[in-house]
């Protein structure tokens, strides 16, 4: 069992930069491919980026590679999303998510297992 909180959403204006972190609880975190989703208002739920259990593989949506770096640190339970040339439609509810590496497809939503409740990221421009 993992449970996730997000936190690090707000404002910004477009060209800004916005943290996310996710909290992880669970003794399983450490082994888990961690992804992070969004859903932006009327839309489907979308991959954004995910990172293998050591850190050493990860993955990204076409329409964020070059401007968002995902990472995690599993001495804190961690793993953050680093958003740098926000645009508008960057704008969104981003989640946390966590998938047994045997059975992931990192970027099809269905194949995570934990999801946290979500923060949101706002274009004030």
Not at 17 to 22: A, G, K, Q, T
Not at 41 to 64: H, Q
Not at 82 to 108: F, H, I, M
Request: hydrophobic share 35%; with cysteine; glycine share 12%.
């Amino acid at each position: 069992q993992v449970q996730l909180v997000e936190s690090g959403g707000g404002l910004v204006q477009a060209g800004g930069s916005l943290r996310l972190s996710c909290a992880a609880s669970g003794r399983t975190f450490s082994n888990s491919v961690m992804g992070w989703f969004r859903q932006a208002p009327g839309k489907e739920r979308e991959f954004v980026a995910a990172i293998n259990w050591s850190g050493g593989s990860t993955y990204y949506a076409d329409s964020v590679k070059g401007r968002f770096t995902i990472s995690r640190d599993n001495a804190r339970n961690a793993v953050y999303l680093q958003t740098n040339k926000l645009k508008s439609e960057d704008t969104a509810v981003y989640y946390c998510a966590a998938a047994r590496p045997d059975k992931v497809v990192v970027g099809v939503r269905h194949t995570y297992d934990y999801w946290g409740q979500g923060t949101q990221v706002t274009d004030s421009s």
